[in-house]
Structures are given as C-alpha cells and as structure tokens.
C-alpha cells in the first residue's frame, strides 16, 4: 500500500485500542476501590502495623482511581492492543510465516500475564519489603498512594513487557534474523544485556527486584532457545543452526 494508506491503517487500528482502553476503563472506575486493595494484598505485610493508603491532595483520590482505571482497562484489553499490533504487520510477512500469527498473539497474551502474575506474587512483596526495611530503622513510612500504587503498576507492566523476550528469541532464531549458533556463541553479552534490561524494567532501586527479574528472563531466554533448537533442526535440518536470514531465504527459494 502507498504510505499515506498505511497511515491510515494505523490511525484506524490506534482507534479500536484507545476506544478499547478508554471504554473499559470508564467501567472499570467504579470498581477501583476493590481493585486497589487487590493490589495492596501483596506488600500489606510490609507495612508498618495499622498503615493505610494516603492521599494528600484534593484530586488525589480522582487521580488515583483515573489512573488505576486506566491500567487495568490496558490490562484487559492486552489482547486487542496484541492483536491490532499484529494485524498491521502482517502484510509484511511471508505466506508461510503468516500460519505463526494466531499462536503469536495467544503466546504473547500469556507471556504478559505470566510477567504480571509472577511480579504479584513474588515480586512485589520482595520488593517492597526491602525497600520499606531501609526506611524503618531511621523514619516512619507514610504509605504515600499515588507513590506506592505507580511504583506497583511500573512493575507490572515491567514484568509483562520482560516476559515477552522468550518470542522475541523464538522468532529471531526461527526466522534465522539471528542465527541460532550465534546467540549461544554469545552468551556472555547477551546475558550482560539482559542483566542492563532488568535496569531499565525496573522502576525501583532494589537489587531484590534487580536480580529475580534477572533470573526470570535467563531461564526463559534459555527455554527460548531450546524450543527454536528443536523447531530450526525439525524443519531445516542441524546445519540451519547456523543460517543466516539470506541462507534461509535462499533455501525458501529453491524450495518454491
């Protein structure tokens, strides 16, 4: 298609996400209270005995609520966003690449919940208890809401988004964009890599959080790359191990 007509695409898929995302979350808004202390459950043992949330403006308690509407409204309309994503590049994919498109957005939706759902049960209280531990033996914790809850949704789509690197090691081996050989004569970069990514993911300054979303994403990076081994050798052979992206469509093409 002509560029203007791609920018048309675009726009037109941007809209179903935003309408998506704003509708839910306006239905959503009424149910904030509950799912605020849905979030809370996690740390409340954290916290000093009796704590609770505070507010310390006026249009906090709005702001709060708007702003927790808002992440769950992406939250449960992630499949949608995935799948609007997904659409507007499918053009760009060959025939027989196309047939990895349904089980691509069914793995990434899982992939990102998976992130989201270790990061509640695991991480959150890790840490938020060592970060409250530096506090407690010097000051007192005011559990500040707005402080506390955008700390916890960075987290959460932290982790969402850092689960999704085991398809992108999958597909960049597959697709022989990377060659397989490579990423496994590389490891030691690539695991400094990931190492600077839980940096980046990580919207807190604790190593616990640091260093359980580094472990999180090797094991996943190497369960990536045992998955591609058997997928390349079942349908290229051992030898494509080592393809580089103009092997493999040299390959695709004798094989037309």
Not at 70 to 89: L, N, R, S
Not at 170 to 195: A, C, D, M, N
Request: glycine residues 6%.
């Amino acid at each position: 298609m002509p560029l203007m007509d791609h920018l048309g695409e675009l726009r037109r898929r941007l809209m179903i996400v935003v309408v998506s995302v704003l509708v839910t979350a306006v239905i959503v808004y009424f149910a904030t209270p509950t799912l605020i202390d849905m979030m809370m459950d996690p740390i409340r043992e954290s916290l000093p005995e009796g704590a609770r949330l505070t507010v310390l403006t006026a249009l906090g308690g709005f702001t709060i609520r708007f702003k927790v509407a808002i992440f769950f409204g992406v939250i449960v309309c992630t499949p949608i966003i995935i799948w609007e994503a997904m659409g507007f590049f499918l053009p760009a994919l060959h025939t027989n690449e196309r047939k990895w498109v349904v089980p691509t957005v069914a793995a990434m939706v899982v992939l990102f919940f998976m992130g989201m759902i270790f990061c509640y049960l695991i991480i959150q209280r890790a840490a938020f208890g060592w970060l409250l531990d530096q506090t407690l033996d010097f000051a007192d914790v005011v559990a500040n809401a707005e402080d506390f809850l955008n700390i916890m949704m960075l987290l959460e789509v932290g982790f969402g988004v850092a689960f999704e690197l085991p398809l992108v090691i999958f597909y960049l081996s597959i697709l022989h964009i990377v060659p397989y050989k490579t990423f496994r004569e590389q490891w030691r970069l690539i695991y400094v890599g990931l190492l600077t990514l839980t940096g980046i993911f990580t919207p807190d300054a604790s190593p616990v959080t640091m260093l359980l979303m580094f472990a999180a994403l090797i094991a996943l990076y190497e369960m990536a790359l045992f998955v591609a081994r058997q997928v390349v050798v079942a349908r290229d052979g051992r030898e494509a191990l080592k393809w580089t992206r103009e092997d493999y469509e040299e390959h695709a093409l004798l094989e037309d």
